[in-house]
């Protein structure tokens, strides 16, 4: 069975994580409470109850089941009356909380989800007993993660490790609890990488951290500009403006960065020190201060000192695992085996990336060399040591826990997406390589935002035009602007390509018309951002591809408003972004391009 282990989205709490390890711990006094009260009490007899008192009774809990110990989500629901006896409701809102199902009315189902108590309070005024099967899963695969629970893949079980009995049995905020939590995190790659950035690089904004953790150009693996971000908070208008960046602007790399080096904060090996910071924004400095900036301690320099073995103590092991090769990417299991094989091929013996290549053919891997150092690159960027010389690379690491689980076939076919990102990636040779993240959020039907703020990244970060990302009601997604050209633009994530619907070409016609008359009908007046000198206005859909009419609907725009735009495949976006920044297309010329009146291809 294949779980995901390694990034953990929502851990937090010493607590919680120390009472999901004693929960499968035998005897211990939250394992007695929870055979002998809370599950009896707040687990439906229709359901798993016996099942889970069994699970943790014993020596059992050396093979506790992963679904007993997380819980089935909202597939099990209350009824009424259990949720008056249990929770103490009264009849009507019970009645109401059971009309709208969902996770809301989801029944307790997991060792985990009862072990650790949700925040919702109760008319009793007590908090919910037991909380969600997604929150109580992040602490397991946190405890997973840093070593305190092992997980065995062929019997999809889980046991305590001694290092976790341990840590769970120790005093809150304790030097014991620290020293054991600590000596998990040196086994912890992502950990590593963050000690080491901020040891090399000073202080550092989660931004800033985030734009260097994890896989380079990948979905599940995001920063917000922090250009966009400083800019926006320094021009917003209202409270409330300030309040919905300071909480929407944030990507995955950015909440993995926050989150590890808040443990980290909480075991004394690094400072959490708001950073004032300016970033050029629409052509002028803003500045902001960023409360969620880091430094390494003394403390936290001394262990990373171990970390790179530069101690009588000599390296940790790392423990890393097969799923946290690759998360939210199209072709997670076929990156997650081809990054295992790298590994393989560098983890006792050095190679070039010519004997890497060929080691990984005879695997079933046909790759570029351009691919081969983007994936050393992002291994490193997880946390690896890689010793990179003239005659090769190699891992210095001590790995362990590193494996294909059994059920997981030899995936060695690509989607046409990873072909696409693989050819295209060769080509960019003056484009930063996080952006072929592009590829994989264009063609994800759920990664609308994500995909505004990483192209208009791209045109403001990597290719120093001006402009920014608005979206938001009544608003385009963004625009931008060099000397007297401006564009409208408006991004469209679609798994099976984009027909650029007449609802949408009307869309782009009212913001158009807006732009041309400036007046009161659309009170958040976005244009406003437009350059003074900005005289000559185009506009441009970008998507994963075009299909159907939007040909004809590129025309309509052009009738209806004698403005002339096109649309831009997520491929022929960083082929675009080359040319400009390798000055093969000037600004006046890229410009130019975008007002084809068609689709727009590049040749290279």
Same mark, same amino acid.
């Given at each position: =069975?294949?779980?995901?282990?390694?990034?953990? &989205?929502?851990?937090?709490?010493?607590?919680?994580?120390? %009472?999901?390890?004693?929960?499968?711990?035998?005897?211990?006094?939250?394992?007695?409470?929870?055979?002998?009260?809370?599950?009896?009490?707040?687990? /439906?007899?229709?359901?798993?109850?016996?099942?889970?008192?069994?699970?943790?009774?014993?020596?059992?809990?050396?093979?506790?089941?992963?679904?007993?110990?997380?819980?089935?989500?909202?597939?099990?629901?209350?009824?009424?009356?259990?949720?008056?006896? =249990?929770?103490g409701y009264s009849i009507d809102q019970a009645r109401e909380i059971v009309?709208?199902?969902?996770?809301?009315?989801?029944?307790?189902?997991?060792?985990? &989800?009862?072990?650790?108590?949700?925040?919702?309070?109760?008319?009793?005024? $007590?908090?919910? /007993?037991?909380?969600?099967?997604?929150?109580?899963?992040?602490?397991?695969?946190?405890?997973?993660?840093?070593?305190?629970?092992?997980?065995?893949?062929?019997?999809?079980?889980?046991?305590?490790?001694?290092?976790?009995?341990?840590?769970?049995?120790?005093?809150?905020?304790?030097?014991?609890?620290?020293?054991?939590?600590?000596?998990?995190?040196?086994?912890?790659?992502?950990?590593?990488?963050?000690?080491?950035?901020?040891?090399?690089?000073?202080?550092?904004?989660?931004?800033?951290?985030?734009?260097?953790?994890?896989?380079?150009?990948?979905?599940?693996?995001?920063?917000?500009? $922090?250009?966009?971000?400083?800019?926006?908070?320094?021009?917003?208008?209202?409270?409330?403006?300030?309040?919905?960046? @300071?909480?929407?602007?944030?990507?995955?790399?950015?909440?993995?960065?926050?989150?590890?080096?808040?443990?980290?904060?909480?075991?004394?090996?690094?400072?959490?020190?708001?950073?004032?910071?300016?970033?050029?924004?629409?052509?002028?400095?803003?500045?902001?201060?960023?409360?969620? %900036?880091? =430094?390494?301690?003394?403390?936290?320099?001394?262990?990373?000192?171990?970390?790179?073995?530069?101690? @009588?103590?000599?390296? %940790?092991?790392?423990?890393?695992?097969?799923? =946290?090769?690759?998360?939210?990417?199209?072709?997670?299991?076929?990156?997650?085996?081809?990054?295992?094989?790298?590994? &393989?091929?560098?983890?006792?013996?050095?190679?070039?990336?010519?004997?890497?290549?060929?080691?990984?053919? $005879?695997?079933?891997?046909?790759?570029?060399?351009?691919?081969?150092?983007?994936?050393?690159?992002? !291994?490193?960027?997880?946390?690896? &040591?890689?010793?990179?010389?003239?005659?090769?690379?190699?891992?210095?690491?001590?790995?362990?826990?590193?494996?294909? /689980?059994?059920?997981?076939?030899?995936?060695?076919?690509?989607?046409?997406?990873?072909?696409?990102?693989?050819?295209?990636?060769?080509?960019?040779?003056?484009?930063?390589?996080?952006?072929?993240?592009?590829?994989?959020?264009?063609?994800?039907?759920?990664?609308?935002?994500?995909?505004?703020?990483?192209?208009?990244?791209?045109?403001?970060d990597e290719l120093n035009y001006q402009g920014l990302h608005l979206g938001?009601?009544?608003? /385009?997604?963004?625009?931008?602007?060099?000397?007297?050209?401006?564009?409208?633009?408006?991004?469209?994530?679609? %798994?099976?390509?984009?027909?650029?619907?007449?609802?949408?070409?009307?869309?782009?016609?009212?913001?158009?018309?807006?732009?041309?008359?400036?007046?009161? !009908?659309?009170?958040?007046?976005?244009?406003?951002?437009?350059?003074?000198?900005?005289?000559?206005?185009?506009? !441009?859909?970008?998507?994963?591809?075009?299909?159907?009419?939007?040909?004809?609907?590129?025309?309509?725009?052009?009738?209806?408003?004698?403005?002339?735009?096109?649309?831009?495949?997520?491929?022929?976006?960083?082929?675009?972004?080359?040319?400009?920044?390798?000055?093969?297309?000037?600004?006046?010329?890229?410009?130019?391009?975008?007002?084809?009146?068609?689709?727009?291809?590049?040749?290279?």
């Open positions: =069975m294949s779980r995901t282990f390694g990034w953990i &989205q929502d851990g937090g709490s010493f607590d919680n994580l120390k %009472s999901v390890i004693l929960s499968i711990v035998p005897e211990s006094r939250l394992n007695q409470r929870l055979r002998e009260e809370l599950i009896p009490n707040f687990v /439906p007899d229709r359901f798993n109850k016996y099942e889970l008192i069994d699970a943790i009774t014993g020596e059992n809990c050396n093979s506790v089941p992963y679904d007993l110990f997380k819980g089935f989500g909202s597939g099990k629901q209350l009824t009424v009356e259990e949720n008056v006896n =249990m929770f009309s709208k199902g969902g996770r809301g009315n989801a029944a307790c189902s997991g060792i985990a &989800q009862i072990a650790t108590p949700a925040q919702k309070r109760l008319p009793n005024g $007590q908090n919910k /007993p037991y909380q969600g099967d997604w929150q109580a899963e992040c602490f397991i695969r946190w405890a997973v993660s840093l070593g305190f629970i092992e997980y065995n893949s062929e019997s999809d079980t889980c046991k305590v490790s001694d290092l976790g009995q341990r840590f769970a049995e120790s005093d809150n905020g304790s030097d014991e609890e620290k020293s054991l939590f600590g000596e998990a995190m040196l086994s912890y790659p992502p950990a590593c990488r963050i000690l080491q950035l901020l040891s090399e690089q000073g202080h550092l904004t989660k931004f800033e951290i985030g734009r260097q953790l994890g896989f380079i150009g990948e979905a599940g693996f995001t920063s917000v500009s $922090q250009s966009l971000y400083v800019g926006g908070i320094d021009t917003a208008t209202t409270p409330t403006e300030r309040t919905e960046i @300071r909480q929407n602007f944030e990507g995955s790399s950015d909440k993995y960065a926050r989150m590890i080096a808040g443990w980290l904060c909480q075991i004394g090996w690094v400072a959490k020190v708001p950073k004032k910071v300016t970033e050029n924004y629409l052509g002028a400095p803003h500045t902001t201060t960023i409360g969620q %900036s880091y =430094m390494i301690t003394q403390r936290g320099q001394s262990y990373l000192n171990r970390v790179m073995g530069r101690t @009588r103590h000599g390296r %940790s092991t790392k423990r890393v695992f097969w799923n =946290m090769l690759a998360t939210a990417a199209p072709d997670a299991n076929y990156l997650r085996n081809r990054r295992y094989y790298i590994i &393989q091929s560098i983890k006792s013996t050095r190679r070039t990336i010519e004997e890497i290549k060929s080691y990984l053919y $005879q695997n079933g891997y046909e790759l570029n060399e351009a691919t081969i150092a983007d994936d050393i690159n992002s !291994l490193i960027s997880i946390g690896l &040591q890689i010793d990179r010389t003239a005659n090769g690379f190699l891992i210095k690491d001590v790995i362990s826990n590193l494996s294909i /689980p059994n059920d997981i076939d030899a995936v060695t076919q690509r989607t046409d997406i990873s072909v696409i990102k693989d050819e295209v990636r060769e080509q960019l040779r003056n484009v930063n390589h996080r952006y072929l993240v592009l590829l994989d959020l264009s063609y994800d039907n759920s990664s609308n935002r994500e995909f505004e703020l990483e192209t208009m990244s791209l045109f403001t938001g009601a009544r608003r /385009p997604d963004g625009l931008f602007y060099k000397d007297t050209n401006g564009v409208i633009v408006d991004t469209k994530a679609y %798994s099976n390509g984009y027909n650029l619907p007449i609802t949408q070409a009307d869309e782009m016609i009212r913001y158009i018309e807006e732009n041309k008359n400036r007046g009161d !009908l659309n009170p958040n007046q976005w244009w406003e951002h437009f350059g003074e000198n900005v005289s000559s206005f185009s506009y !441009l859909f970008i998507s994963s591809e075009f299909r159907g009419h939007y040909r004809d609907n590129i025309q309509y725009i052009k009738n209806r408003t004698d403005y002339d735009g096109g649309v831009l495949n997520s491929k022929n976006l960083l082929l675009f972004a080359e040319k400009v920044n390798s000055g093969v297309l000037s600004y006046e010329d890229s410009f130019q391009t975008l007002r084809c009146n068609d689709e727009i291809t590049i040749n290279m």
